[in-house]
């Protein structure tokens, strides 16, 4: 091969980082090996001695990876018979790189995506304990909710930053179970039709903590779904912390002034002394470029593959690895910055205290005296009208007017919008404990289910 096909084709300056799991799934090979006659008692506990050196030179350092050498898989492989002898070229007995790599890079993909899901549920802790710090009962701190980002309704702040937590959960979630799916192994597949040995897939899979063994060799060596399942729960994962990002930008901004961030999680500017830019937030925001990018570009380079393994599949890691990467830096960096910063109270309850927000509970006072909705639309509207055109306050007007009166004014006064917000999941006190409640317990269930996962 010449030195140029070699640097085009090598994979190992980026799927080195698989070496763990292509150590453990040869260990289980070679486990399996012995344990069905293939090769000997004496080859298999060599073939573990080499390995545990090995494993202990990659992780201090000294081992020597070779571009010549193609893969994380060869280099190990070729280490293995240096140190090995015989019983290290035993080893490639009834397997291919084809199962092996599929073998490995499902390992990795479980693992990280279990660290992944445990970033999202640190986040919606510290999403939680804003929320707690914010409160959820009555004279908790409450702001404006807006609809096409125009002030529509008050909301209380534990409710809005909960609304993103209940969005990580569903993450939390669709990870748990791209994982489950992913959870099967592919070793004893071999290249693409298994093998004429006594080999044992079931052994293998059990050992390696899979739910199970392939069925199908083919569909087995050529199946990337829980690559582009992986890379779809990132990007969908990275569009929920876009949205957060964005609103954090505006947060921030002395326009709106609702929030104030640490030193350590925002940057100054090289020109310009005064500023404090929520850089975080904005990567975050433009990061899901990104995952998307990754996303679309492995979906692309699967579409045209016929079974069953093509070397198009080494295009599988590089996205995977960025992807998992950038999302956990993300993850952490969002949660210290949200952490670390600080709300302005008497700002988001200002803005909250905007009278024409009351405008609802004006019309659906009137629906409680026997007026049909619409009706009462049309006289709340006239007299919003009314003080925008006079400049007189709604309270006011609503006090001054026979329709309205003493009592509908009341509903007018600061705060007195948001304890308004009384229906089951909405925005106020009251229904502001149970949804605490509840969220405990989704979070308690995700703590759960990430616990058995780190675990395997
Ligand atoms: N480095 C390859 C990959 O990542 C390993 C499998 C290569 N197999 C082969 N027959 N060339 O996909």
Redesign the pocket.
């Given at each position: 091969m010449s030195e140029l096909v070699q640097r085009y084709t090598a994979?190992v300056l980026f799927?080195k980082r698989l070496w763990q799991a292509d150590i453990t799934a040869s260990l289980a090979h070679a486990e399996m090996l012995s344990h069905q006659g293939i090769i000997s008692k004496e080859d298999h506990s060599a073939i573990a001695q080499g390995m545990a050196q090995i494993w202990t030179e990659i992780e201090n350092g000294s081992f020597e990876w070779k571009l010549a050498l193609?893969?994380?898989?060869l280099n190990i492989e070729a280490r293995l018979t240096q140190l090995a002898g015989d019983a290290g070229k035993r080893l490639h007995t009834g397997r291919?790189?084809?199962d092996?790599?599929a073998t490995a890079l499902r390992l990795w993909t479980r693992r990280e995506l279990t660290l992944v899901a445990g970033r999202v549920l640190d986040l919606i802790d510290v999403l939680v304990a804003s929320a707690d710090a914010a409160g959820w009962g009555k004279g908790s701190i409450y702001m404006p909710g807006y609809t096409h980002l125009q002030r529509a309704q008050p909301v209380q702040l534990s409710h809005h930053l909960a609304a993103h937590a209940w969005s990580l959960l569903r993450d939390t979630d669709r990870i748990f179970s791209a994982i489950d799916r992913g959870n099967i192994s592919p070793l004893g597949a071999g290249?693409l039709a298994g093998s004429s040995l006594p080999i044992d897939p079931s052994l293998t899979a059990k050992e390696m903590g899979f739910r199970a063994a392939f069925v199908n060799s083919l569909d087995a060596v050529s199946d990337r779904d829980f690559v582009a399942e992986a890379l779809f729960n990132i990007a969908l994962l990275g569009v929920h912390l876009s949205r957060l990002g964005e609103e954090w930008v505006l947060w921030t901004t002395e326009e709106f002034g609702f929030a104030k961030l640490d030193d350590a999680y925002s940057t100054g500017s090289s020109m310009l002394p005064q500023k404090k830019n929520a850089d975080i937030a904005e990567l975050a925001r433009g990061k899901s470029g990104r995952f998307i990018g990754n996303l679309t570009g492995l979906l692309t380079t699967l579409k045209g593959l016929p079974l069953a393994?093509n070397?198009d599949?080494?295009e599988?890691?590089e996205p995977l690895f960025d992807s998992v990467n950038q999302v956990k830096l993300a993850l952490s960096a969002l949660s210290g910055m949200i952490s670390t910063a600080t709300f302005n109270k008497d700002r988001m309850q200002l803005a909250a205290d905007d009278q024409l927000m009351a405008a609802t509970d004006l019309a659906e006072w009137m629906v409680r005296k026997g007026i049909p909705f619409r009706q009462a639309h049309a006289h709340v509207g006239e007299l919003v009208q009314q003080s925008i055109k006079t400049g007189k306050l709604l309270h006011d007007l609503a006090l001054a007017s026979e329709l309205f009166g003493k009592f509908a004014a009341e509903l007018i006064a600061p705060g007195v919008g948001v304890s308004m917000r009384t229906s089951p999941g909405g925005a106020g006190p009251v229904p502001g404990e149970v949804q605490r409640q509840q969220l405990e317990l989704a979070i308690e269930v995700a703590r759960g289910e990430w616990e058995d996962l780190l675990a395997i």
């Open positions: 994979s799927d193609e893969d994380v898989h291919s790189r084809n092996q790599v290249a393994y070397r599949l080494q599988d890691k």
